[in-house]
């Protein structure tokens, strides 16, 4: 049985499917018998342009929409996510719940020792998977 609430933020570039990944885990969630809700979050950019979605699930119902700051996961789609996101003052893992977990699509380390350094401090797991 899961928590009261997993949040996760999928982040990619657009065309990559992290929109869709969001809506298929939360479908598969609410066939499980959970509460579940996705929402994508991005601007008018065009293919490849940074783009976010989310999915919350639940064991009780959900009313949040929106940006979801403070995730429990996040799955980055693309490196570049790691450079290029949302933000150029703040790191791709801002917001990430103590515990957390970081997974990120690569078969290469890619982040810094002082992203690595803040993260152990968080305790957040991460994962690189090709």
């Known amino acids: 049985m899961i928590k009261k609430r997993l949040n996760i933020r999928m982040s990619g570039l657009g065309g990559q499917g992290a929109v869709t990944a969001a809506h298929v885990m939360a479908m598969a969630a609410?066939?499980?018998g959970k509460f579940s809700i996705s929402n994508p979050f991005f601007g008018a950019e065009k293919r490849m342009a940074p783009a976010e979605s989310y999915c919350r699930i639940g064991i009780e119902r959900i009313y949040?929409?929106?940006e979801l700051v403070f995730p429990d996961v996040?799955?980055?789609f693309h490196p570049q996510v790691i450079t290029m996101g949302k933000s150029y003052t703040m790191p791709f893992y801002s917001g990430v719940k103590e515990g957390g977990v970081v997974i990120i699509n690569s078969d290469v380390p890619l982040l810094s020792e002082e992203d690595i350094q803040r993260l152990k401090e968080l305790n957040v797991a991460v994962f690189?998977?090709?």
């Open 64 to 66: 949040d929409r929106g």
């Open 128 to 130: 690189y998977i090709p």
């Open 74 to 76: 996040i799955q980055v």
């Open 30 to 32: 609410n066939r499980d």
